[in-house]
């Protein structure tokens, strides 16, 4: 089933903070994590929760699971609306506090993680994100193409509107994006069935997947679409969207943001699409947003982003753009 990817957990009373736990660990027994491994999870969310309630404004803690294959892993993600950090590097060394504790918090939490992240900037907040992998050496197996997705469902549903899929073959990678019209239980179904007519498409083209899908979702409510792909032999980002997913095709010195065409896919699809194309050489990443993202983006608020994970950044968007509003989703995919 296609469905949020991270489940939120507003963070800012600290009456709430063992239940957060318990959850926490409940889902990630439900993922098939070891005991040793969640353990460790205890112990990350138990030093997230006290620095939320000793430093932030408004904290909260996004969790997700993924199979990876067989080879699970959770993704822990703390955002605040805190004062931020002068120096997040000195902050991360044993024995440097700001509030006479001992000082090994954010140390211990980059200890136990197998991937860890510290994000922050003065009057801004801190993002700090944390992964535990059933196998730690599955954190550094190399891989062609990383792709990173957020979904969050609208605070009051009970499952997600919007939905993120991709399928790998040897020759090409193939990412939808889709958001249900509305939100809820019916919103999720359109997607779930654009995901299973997704899943079976055996072609490459983002256009003629697009069209399959639209034949094959007709009688749900409808969902706006984007399908990216890319193809190693080629090297080339190939795009199709209909309906207000945003797409930016981002290089190292520039970007693009893809325009998709109008309709609804499932209910009315212009008669003429085309796949759009750009060179990895000048672009090698992409980020898809769903319409959770109300403003426009503006990479400039977040200086010195390039060098974090690409989760960090999602995180950072969904902080200052979409949060708690909205079904939400921001995916990233970057060739290495």
């Not at 939120?8 to 098939?32: P, Q, T, V």
Request: positive net charge; proline residues 4%; contains cysteine.
């Amino acid at each position: 089933m296609v469905d949020a990817t991270h489940v939120s957990f507003i963070a800012n009373d600290r009456s709430y903070f063992s239940l957060i736990k318990k959850e926490i660990h409940r889902l990630a027994m439900e993922a098939g994590m070891h005991e040793a491994r969640i353990n460790v999870l205890d112990l990350i969310v138990a030093e997230m929760t006290s620095n939320l309630f000793k430093y932030s404004n408004d904290g909260e803690i996004l969790m997700g699971t993924f199979s990876n294959n067989g080879s699970p892993y959770v993704e822990l993600i703390s955002i605040d609306n805190g004062p931020g950090m002068v120096n997040p590097s000195k902050m991360m060394q044993d024995g440097v506090s700001t509030s006479n504790t001992m000082g090994h918090g954010l140390g211990s939490m980059k200890r136990l993680s197998d991937t860890f992240e510290l994000y922050s900037q003065i009057g801004w907040g801190t993002i700090v994100l944390s992964r535990v992998y059933n196998d730690p050496e599955q954190a550094k197996v190399p891989s062609k193409m990383i792709i990173r997705p957020l979904v969050v469902f609208k605070p009051g549903e009970k499952v997600s509107g919007d939905g993120f899929v991709f399928k790998k073959t040897e020759r090409y990678v193939k990412m939808m994006l889709a958001d249900g019209l509305g939100h809820g239980p019916e919103a999720n179904k359109a997607v779930n069935e654009a995901a299973a007519a997704f899943r079976v498409f055996p072609d490459f083209s983002p256009t003629d997947t697009l069209r399959f899908i639209h034949q094959a979702i007709k009688k749900t409510r409808g969902a706006v679409i984007n399908i990216t792909a890319f193809d190693f032999r080629t090297r080339t980002w190939s795009a199709t969207g209909v309906g207000n997913i945003a797409a930016r095709i981002i290089g190292p010195a520039s970007f693009k943001n893809h325009m998709s065409y109008n309709g609804i896919v499932g209910h009315n699809i212009p008669g003429t699409m085309n796949d759009q194309t750009y060179p990895a050489e000048l672009y090698n990443q992409v980020m898809l947003c769903s319409d959770g993202l109300k403003t426009r983006i503006d990479m400039m608020r977040y200086p010195q982003m390039y060098k974090y994970d690409q989760t960090v950044l999602a995180a950072a968007l969904y902080k200052d753009h979409g949060r708690r509003n909205d079904d939400m989703s921001v995916v990233l995919a970057k060739i290495k």
